[in-house]
């Protein structure tokens, strides 16, 4: 699996419609070309890479920088393919706000439409939702998903365009997943990421790291354990998390915290130790689902209804805190990009990749049935 990460300026207000309606014809052009050079998969491909989406966006002339290219894109697309999705073989579900969420319906009616067989719909479906769990929950960097789109071909190639918000900081995060190689869902599914906002100070709880690797699997094992152990060690917290001077490491046997200050660090400046964990009926009736249904990995604790980001935060505190097994705080932003940097971090721009997106644009531009005109505009915001 592939996934690209982009972070823009969070921008308020809407497309004009004359610019819009301009997107749905340049990109019904566009797409048909692609489909017609590449195939159906190939278009899904390319639109899982974040530099690629990122110079559509410009090529039908939305602005490059600004947050609505993600949801605007989609949404042109959705509509410049309208009633030739069968003949094309891609279909586009899901997209803003309440759009999202009728992501799921949308991809079981074409598969109903087109004869899917019913597991293949259903994984699909899967896909989709924990696509939306993993960047909402195990990738905790403050953006909240409000934007999901679920991309697919006839032959089974997936994409998924989400994007996410930080009101705070005023910027917006793009996630980008594609299905060519799925070998986990859930542990670093990410293979280029670009970011323009990263955390650097370790304030990101990165759960599909390599890096929480132990942690995952302790919280698996506490889950199967069963619902007294857990509250047990969460009892604990709650009963010393007024500490806000002191890091804590727990020492178990005696129901009492052995409280360890770590060299230059603080209490409160900890993602995961900084959580309050007062009473939550709400926590205990998920942790007493989870313990319920056993599940066998981190995967399924993931996937059962219910369970978002607090929860994941309480198995990753007493993994860390009671059993040492402490997860990763690293922006997954933070160490790679789609093309790498022109400073080499983490490596030098992968020149001939970044030289071929531009190229075939340009090609793809050449090909369409545009005016003249139109065709030369498109080339000239492609260049700049």
Request: proline share 4%.
């Amino acid at each position: 699996m592939q996934r690209g990460v982009a972070t823009f300026t969070l921008d308020w207000g809407k497309c004009p419609p004359w610019l819009f309606q301009r997107m749905v014809k340049l990109g019904r052009e566009m797409v048909q070309v692609l489909v017609a050079e590449y195939g159906p998969d190939e278009f899904i491909k390319r639109i899982a890479d974040p530099v690629w989406f990122q110079s559509l966006g410009t090529v039908l002339a939305f602005d490059w920088n600004a947050s609505g290219l993600t949801t605007i894109l989609t949404a042109a697309l959705k509509e410049a393919i309208r009633f030739q999705e069968r003949d094309l073989g891609i279909f586009i579900c899901g997209g803003k706000g309440k759009t999202s969420r009728k992501t799921p319906d949308q991809i079981l009616e074409w598969g109903e439409r087109i004869n899917l067989p019913e597991e293949q719909a259903n994984k699909l479906v899967y896909n989709s939702r924990m696509s939306a769990k993993v960047d909402s929950a195990l990738v905790q960097d403050g953006f909240q998903i409000y934007h999901h789109t679920f991309f697919f071909s006839k032959n089974g190639a997936w994409a998924v365009v989400q994007q996410g918000m930080n009101t705070e900081s005023q910027m917006a995060r793009r996630y980008h997943w594609f299905s060519e190689n799925i070998n986990d869902l859930i542990v670093e599914p990410h293979s280029g990421i670009m970011s323009d906002l990263i955390d650097r100070n370790n304030q990101t709880l990165n759960m599909t790291s390599r890096k929480s690797g132990q942690s995952r699997q302790v919280a698996v094992g506490l889950v199967q354990e069963g619902y007294r152990t857990i509250m047990h060690d969460i009892e604990l917290l709650r009963k010393h998390s007024s500490d806000l001077s002191t890091m804590v490491s727990l020492k178990k046997g005696q129901d009492k915290l052995t409280l360890l200050r770590l060299a230059n660090t603080e209490f409160h400046a900890h993602p995961v130790l900084g959580e309050d964990f007062s009473k939550s009926k709400y926590l205990e009736k998920i942790i007493w689902k989870l313990c319920e249904a056993r599940p066998e990995n981190y995967e399924k604790i993931l996937a059962l209804e219910g369970v978002g980001p607090k929860t994941i935060r309480a198995l990753a505190l007493v993994s860390e805190v009671v059993y040492g097994a402490n997860p990763s705080y690293e922006d997954p932003a933070r160490y790679s990009f789609a093309h790498g940097g022109k400073d080499g971090t983490p490596y030098f721009v992968d020149q001939p990749t970044y030289d071929k997106t531009i190229e075939v644009m340009r090609e793809v531009v050449r090909k369409t049935r545009l005016s003249a005109y139109e065709k030369d505009r498109a080339l000239k915001r492609l260049e700049n």
